[in-house]
């Protein structure tokens, strides 16, 4: 039996170590001859057309503020035309009142260097009662004026005294409300256009991006081309409504301001002239 069994395994391991066998286990070795040559694509027999992919769309020209207006809708071409005569209109009533007031500050300081010149109050009357072309000539005019009625019977009484320099105190206030009512004439149309004009704009914005969406709904694209004319109106408007508003508020407050200082002036000339005939008057009734 042991004998068999140890017949058995030598001739396993010989057939193991065989050639043939040894041949079979082991891995086969890469190529060694010379390498394999492709040969050179030709070139096509037709030309090949490359398209821009980022080009794919219509051309679409370039955008300005005469084919923006030429494109829009008659709605929008309305808030545009609106927008710019207010603004035209703005600006002429700015350029206008930057004049006027410059004009007043000048007149004013002239007419107190001669007021405080040591002139008699008879010559200034005389000097500027039929040229009383600024508030503060006109202010001392009617003062004067009112003062004069009160001696054209002679000296008044003491008892009258009081009766004519509230007279003479309503004259003047009636004066400075009169000339200060003319200078800030035309101001509430910048303070409207001021409060009004973003929400014109607004509404041509709303109305340009409605026709956005109606363009993409007809058409069912949504390509830039389709929609960049109708947000191009919408944004023109906004831009024109704030165009015509920020020079409105910025100058609105401006003058308002400036009159309120001139208004502080002629108060208080008005408040000193008051004071120079009430003294006046107390002497010559004595």
Not at 207 to 218: L, V
């Amino acid at each position: 039996m042991i004998v068999r069994r140890l017949a058995a395994a030598a001739a396993m391991l010989f057939l193991l170590a065989s050639p043939a066998a040894l041949a079979q286990s082991t891995p086969r070795a890469a190529p060694t001859g010379p390498d394999a040559q492709s040969a050179p694509l030709a070139a096509p027999a037709t030309p090949v057309e490359v398209t821009d992919a980022g080009n794919t769309g219509p051309q679409v020209d370039g955008i300005s503020i005469v084919s923006l207006f030429m494109r829009a809708d008659p709605i929008v071409k309305s808030v545009f035309a609106l927008l710019l005569l207010a603004s035209l209109w703005s600006w002429a009533i700015i350029i206008n009142k930057w004049i006027a007031l410059g004009r007043l500050r000048r007149r004013a300081d002239k007419f107190e260097k001669t007021f405080w010149s040591g002139l008699s109050l008879d010559e200034l009357y005389q000097q500027f009662s039929q040229n009383a072309d600024h508030p503060m000539a006109a202010v001392f005019v009617s003062a004067l004026r009112e003062w004069r009625r009160a001696f054209e019977g002679g000296p008044p009484r003491e008892a009258l005294l009081p009766g004519i320099k509230d007279r003479i105190d309503k004259a003047m206030s009636v004066t400075v409300m009169r000339e200060t009512d003319g200078i800030e004439r035309q101001l509430g149309f910048l303070a409207t256009v001021g409060a009004t004009a973003p929400f014109v704009g607004l509404f041509g914005t709303v109305w340009g991006i409605m026709n956005s969406f109606s363009a993409i709904a007809a058409r069912h694209d949504t390509t830039l081309a389709v929609v960049a004319p109708g947000i191009a109106e919408a944004l023109f408007a906004t831009a024109m409504g704030l165009l015509a508003a920020i020079p409105a508020v910025i100058f609105y407050n401006r003058y308002v301001n400036e009159i309120g200082r001139y208004e502080n002036r002629l108060a208080g000339f008005s408040d000193e002239f008051s004071a120079i005939l009430s003294r006046q008057l107390d002497e010559k009734a004595k």
